[in-house]
Nanobody, 127 residues
C-alpha cells in the first residue's frame, strides 16, 4: 500500500514562491502517476498539476500554468510542486494523489482518477 505525505506548505507574500513535496512510501510508489490538487474554503477541489510516473509527461490547470512546475525524483519517491509568482487566490489546502498505472507516459487530471491521497498541506498567500 502506497502512503503519501505532503510538506512544504506555509505562509508567503504575494509574488513569492514555495515548493511542495509529496513523499511516497510503499512498494508500488514508483508506478504512481501523480497529481496535485487544491481546495480553498467553500470551493470544490481543483486540479493543479499532473505528471506521469516516467516523468516525461505533465499537465497543468489553467490558473497555474506557467507559474507552477511539477517534477518528480523516482529515486527518492518524491514529487514536487514548485510554485512561483503566488497570488492570494492560490491560498488552499494542497493535496497530492497517486494513481498506480502500467503506462509510464500517462497522466491524469480528474479527481476521480486517483484512489490514493495525502493528508494535505496548507498554503496561504497574503496580499
Amino acid at each position: 500500500q502506497v502512503q503519501l505525505v505532503e510538506s512544504g506548505g506555509g505562509l508567503v507574500q504575494a509574488g513569492g514562491s514555495l515548493r511542495l513535496s509529496c513523499a511516497a512510501s510503499g512498494r508500488t510508489s514508483s508506478s504512481c502517476a501523480m497529481g496535485w490538487f487544491r481546495q480553498a474554503p467553500g470551493k470544490e477541489r481543483e486540479f493543479v498539476a499532473a505528471i506521469s510516473w516516467g516523468g516525461g509527461s505533465t499537465d497543468y490547470g489553467v490558473s497555474v500554468k506557467v507559474r507552477f512546475t511539477i517534477s518528480r525524483d523516482n529515486a527518492k519517491n518524491t514529487v514536487y510542486l514548485q510554485m512561483n509568482s503566488l497570488k492570494p487566490e492560490d491560498t488552499a489546502v494542497y493535496y497530492c494523489a497517486c494513481r498506480t498505472t502500467l503506462y509510464s507516459s500517462n497522466y491524469y487530471t480528474h479527481e476521480k482518477d486517483y484512489a490514493l491521497w495525502g493528508q494535505g498541506t496548507q498554503v496561504t498567500v497574503s496580499s
